[in-house]
């Protein structure tokens, strides 16, 4: 699960290190879509989904 409860597809690093994490534990019937939005993500250097990219960007916390 993300604090959002949305998964996240977002660059950590740009062009280096992506992650796609997370959802609310209920995914499995988006399983292959999750799958191609990653996809796209690594395979095109601009965002290329229907969506904002604003809704998958990753909440990421610094822990000391």
């Known amino acids: ?3 959002s409860g949305q998964v996240y597809a977002d660059w950590l690093l740009p062009g280096r290190i ?4 997370g959802g609310n534990g209920q ?5 292959l879509e999750i799958g191609r939005l990653g996809a796209g993500l690594l395979q095109s250097p ?5 969506l904002s990219p604003t809704h998958f960007s990753a909440k990421l916390r610094k822990t000391a």
């Open 27 to 31: 995914a499995a019937k988006s399983a």
């Open 18 to 21: 992506a992650i796609l994490a």
């Open 1 to 3: 699960d993300t604090a």
């Open 46 to 50: 601009s965002w290329s989904y229907d």
